[in-house]
């Protein structure tokens, strides 16, 4: 089932002639002002071009274009339309409407639009053409998005040279989650926010939306907010039983599932997938008995019969759905391993009649629970977490935490006996589920632990994400989007999701509104990563004006801080017990403050954290031996990350500073929220990377008892406290003492509660004294170096390396690798390791050939159902070390090789 794709997927160009704008005449210069009329023509012999989602794309055509004073005509046809400045033909590529514009063409691939300039009976023209409705969709609100973000109608609609864009992932989903009566309520029931957001998110190019219920705990225990957890009851009175939602009232069951059709209804009309998400499947709460809700009328042996009745049920009510997404593991309070509960749950799916796609989140998943699936005959995906519960960088982590690493001697037993046991690697990470010949499609969720809450934009990070989507044939990428748990375990409050305290800077036609940019980003990049930046410039524009340029520059460098400490320095990777936006400060100093994350490494302290990646970051502790006894490793070293957080926070400092002179008012709500989120996010770069460099000289302290060493990181300790109180005296004028994720304060708060913590941390520095016997003997001059390394901006050497992978390699043969460095090195070694994360990283210390160094990846390893993946360290002498392909400049590559086997 799965594709054979691997980094990226080339644009292919799928219309013959399409070079030969310049010789149909259009002169794009010649088309302006908003007087001109403007025709639309549909091909009514075209069954996908007169389809429901293309009339209502070319219905957003009509509007933008009305909006902006000028007229548009639907037609049938060039005759019905007259005489028009131009005409928009809507037209398939082998259609005798395209043949004014193109000689022949091929059919194009899934999801792919053409727009075409030339002429038609003399008259200037564009066509608009797609490989099925969806490719239309896009098409035409691109126009529309020209149009809208335009200086008038024709110059919108005027196009230079023709515009081609295919996906280069299949799925493109974003996620919305119910977890609130309080919060979101006011959004489920509102249908002109479903019109407007659901149009936001086709305009963008997304192709599938999840409607989210039953994740408003992890697991159904000291449950209060229990609206819609365990969702059949709430929407469906099943014929057959007497089950209810106590104390909910028949009109408002009905309402919930005249909605829920309303919303589907709305997402296919737009030409998008609905998805519906059904996480929980326990109907009772244990020890919870301030509940909102319980469930009447079931028992152990009905549960599985009435939720498969139910299902089936609600999929004939609702015949929009296309397909389902359950959580099979514990926290659905399900016990794992209950096959036969899912294999009659899943009969309702094959009941409905129709083709209904099963999306099972990973977690605790394993090969029966996958057949159990597969049986039903319907399509199976498998969602694996990104980077953990929160947003890394754009590329898939090297290794999973230790943490999560399976263990020989661990046996769980229970309702979590998989996740916590033998499956425990899928907990975090895509696990051993890459395998060659899997009868399953694999897809990535970002869940909303890193950025919950403050606008996010980087083009950099998105494109990478849209390259490391499909990575090894995965069919794309579901985002949770912000605000995704707002309100969840009953903590939400009304006034408004967006949490500001100055009620002028909530969003007018709600709270996606804030984040148009964010989706506009994420969608255009993840459908093609090489679009033009034009598609986002141009909006950036319209909102601010002289401003876009420096607006879209401080944003991009603030929204590259969180996603890179996420990555690089983790204390718990739980979004229940980690919310690096509203950080909860981890002790450099064992013992000093309150530790506040369980997730975390033994002994808890800042130096031991882990990076989400250990692969290719390094501890602070780690770094620190390095500094003190060498020889350093190839890994990313927390000095360096510090470097790349102050580097990002001043770019975007000096960036808004620009934009704050050329806004055309900097009172205006939608820059007061741009800017306070980007002075928020700067401040927390700050933060860290002053923590950082604090962590790594208290360790050179803790190890050497130097003085010096203790200054120094007392010094940067107080920069980060100062840092952290600057940003939140601010944010208290901007968000509400209250932002609730959650019930418990690590998921709730202020950035102002945790400045208690930081000041404890830092008291307790400067009272810590080393025994002196407690040191060890290093020397003064290296001690000396590693204080400066700690303080000083590093300086990474690398040289160009000329490394071809190899096409493919075939299973059960050794697999040869040369690397041909342009510059002095010493040594090379290679590390590699098959596409498994429950695995470890192999390496082999590669021979010297000349200028060349090789070595051959050994036949036994490669005889399995992986790929393989690889980079290399290379070393020039005892302190200077790098990887290779490493890192680009803005952070935006797959630091690794991957290499796909013959099959």
Request: hydrophobic fraction near 40%; glycine fraction near 8%; include cysteine.
């Amino acid at each position: 089932m799965a594709s054979d794709l691997n980094n990226r997927i080339p644009r292919r160009n799928f219309i013959k002639q399409a070079s030969q704008v310049t010789a149909l005449g259009f002169l794009p210069g010649g088309l302006s002002g908003a007087s001109g009329r403007i025709a639309l023509i549909v091909d009514p012999a075209d069954p996908v071009a007169s389809s429901p989602p293309v009339k209502w794309a070319a219905e957003q055509v009509r509007l933008a274009v009305t909006a902006k004073g000028a007229s548009l005509q639907v037609s049938n046809s060039p005759e019905e339309a007259g005489d028009f400045s131009l005409r928009i033909v809507v037209a398939g590529v082998r259609s005798a409407m395209a043949r004014a514009f193109l000689k022949g063409g091929t059919v194009p691939p899934r999801e792919a639009f053409l727009l075409m300039p030339g002429k038609m009976s003399g008259m200037a023209a564009v066509l608009v053409s797609g490989s099925d409705a969806s490719g239309f969709v896009y098409g035409l609100l691109e126009l529309a998005d020209r149009v809208r973000y335009g200086a008038d109608p024709m110059s919108g609609l005027a196009l230079a040279q023709p515009i081609q864009e295919q996906p280069a992932n299949q799925v493109r989903s974003i996620a919305r989650a119910f977890v609130s009566d309080v919060e979101d309520k006011p959004w489920f029931y509102d249908r002109e926010f479903w019109r407007d957001y659901l149009t936001t998110l086709a305009a963008q190019r997304f192709n599938r939306f999840a409607l989210t219920f039953g994740l408003g705990y992890d697991f159904p225990r000291g449950v209060t907010g229990d609206y819609l957890h365990f969702p059949y009851p709430y929407l469906l009175d099943v014929p057959g039983y007497r089950v209810r939602a106590v104390p909910l009232d028949d009109a408002e069951r009905d309402r919930n599932l005249e909605m829920l059709r309303f919303i589907s209804g709305e997402t296919a009309l737009r030409g998008l997938d609905f998805q519906l998400a059904l996480w929980t499947h326990a109907y009772e709460w244990t020890d919870s008995p301030h509940s909102h809700h319980h469930i009447e009328g079931l028992t152990p042996e009905t549960h599985a019969p009435y939720c498969r009745d139910a299902l089936a049920l609600l999929l004939k009510n609702c015949p929009a759905i296309r397909g389902l997404t359950f959580r099979v593991h514990g926290e659905s309070g399900v016990p794992e391993g209950s096959y036969s509960f899912w294999r009659t749950v899943f009969d309702g799916i094959v009941r409905a009649g129709r083709r209904i796609e099963i999306d099972m989140h990973a977690k605790g998943i394993d090969s029966k629970m996958m057949d159990v699936a597969v049986e039903t005959g319907m399509p199976v995906k498998i969602s694996a977490k990104y980077w953990a519960e929160h947003m890394g960088l754009g590329y898939h982590q090297a290794a999973i935490r230790e943490l999560e690493m399976p263990r020989d001697d661990e046996k769980v037993d229970g309702i979590f006996s998989l996740s916590n046991g033998s499956r425990r690697f899928l907990r975090y990470g895509y696990g051993d589920l890459f395998q060659e010949g899997r009868r399953y499609d694999v897809l990535f969720r970002i869940w909303a632990g890193t950025q919950r809450l403050l606008l996010w934009g980087d083009p950099a990070t998105a494109a990478a994400y849209g390259h490391s989507a499909h990575f090894c044939g995965a069919s794309g990428v579901e985002i949770c989007e912000p605000l995704f748990f707002k309100g969840r375990q009953g903590s939400g409050l009304p006034g408004g999701r967006c949490a500001y305290a100055d009620e002028s800077l909530n969003p007018t036609g709600g709270d996606f509104r804030k984040y148009e940019y964010t989706y506009r980003i994420w969608g255009r990049l993840l459908y093609h990563p090489e679009t033009d930046p034009e598609n986002w410039r141009r909006y950036l524009r319209t909102e601010f004006g002289a401003a876009g340029t420096s607006v879209e520059n401080a944003l991009s460098h603030a929204s590259r801080v969180l996603p890179l400490i996420t990555t690089a320095h983790l204390p718990s990777a739980s979004n229940l017990g980690c919310w690096m936006e509203v950080y909860t400060n981890m002790p450099i100093v064992e013992g000093g403050a309150q530790v506040p994350y369980g997730d975390t490494v033994q002994p808890k302290r800042l130096g031991t954290v882990s990076p989400l990646d250990p692969e290719l970051f390094s501890t602070i502790e780690e770094h620190a031996g390095e500094l003190l006894k060498g020889p350093r490793s190839g890994k990313y070293s927390p000095v360096e990350v510090a470097q790349w957080l102050e580097d990002s926070a001043a770019v975007a400092e000096r960036e808004l500073g620009t934009a704050v002179n050329r806004a055309p008012s900097r009172n205006a709500p939608e820059f007061r929220r741009v800017e306070e989120d980007v002075r928020i996010q700067v401040g927390l770069a700050q933060f860290f990377a002053a923590q950082l460099r604090s962590g790594v000289l208290f360790d050179i302290y803790r190890r050497t008892g130097d003085g010096t060493a203790r200054e120094q990181a007392i010094a940067a300790c107080r920069r980060a406290r100062n840092a952290w109180a600057s940003m939140a005296e601010r944010a208290q004028r901007v968000y509400r003492a209250d932002i609730t994720f959650g019930e418990t304060p690590v998921r709730r708060g202020h950035w102002m509660d945790r400045l208690p913590a930081i000041d404890k941390d830092l008291a307790a520095m400067e009272a810590a004294h080393l025994e002196p016997a407690h040191a060890i003997e290093v020397n003064a001059e290296v001690t000396e170096l590693a204080i400066r390394a700690a303080m000083e901006q590093p300086r990474r050497v690398s040289v160009k390396c000329d490394h071809i992978p190899p096409e493919r390699f075939q299973p059960g043969n050794s697999v040869s690798i040369g690397l041909r460095p342009g510059g002095p090195v010493a040594s090379a070694r290679l590390h590699y390791r098959r596409v498994n994360q429950a695995e470890r990283w192999q390496v082999l210390d590669m021979e010297r050939d000349g200028p060349a160094f090789r070595t051959a990846i050994p036949a036994d390893y490669t005889r399995s159902p992986y790929a393989l993946e690889y980079y290399f360290e290379l070393r020039r002498d005892a302190a200077t070390a790098w990887l290779h392909p490493g890192f680009a400049a803005n952070l935006d590559n797959q630091p690794y090789f991957v290499l796909m086997a013959k099959r």
